[in-house]
């Protein structure tokens, strides 16, 4: 199962429209940009936080 670790309406209507199956999931991550992050950098370590707070409250799924 694809787990979205998002909650945006417009990352949920990309993947419904591809018809795939999911679920959505609430990572209270956050998003504030550190003093000097670049876009790249900050991306990466939100995406990293994101799936390493969802992964931690879903131990039965790994």
Do not use: N
Request: glycine residues 4%.
């Amino acid at each position: 199962m694809l787990v979205l670790a998002s909650t945006s309406r417009y990352r949920r209507e990309l993947l419904q429209r591809l018809r795939l199956a999911f679920e959505c999931a609430r990572p209270e991550v956050d998003e504030t940009p550190l003093p000097g992050e670049d876009v790249a950098a900050l991306v990466r370590r939100l995406a990293a936080a994101k799936a390493g707070a969802i992964a931690a409250s879903r131990p039965q799924d790994g």
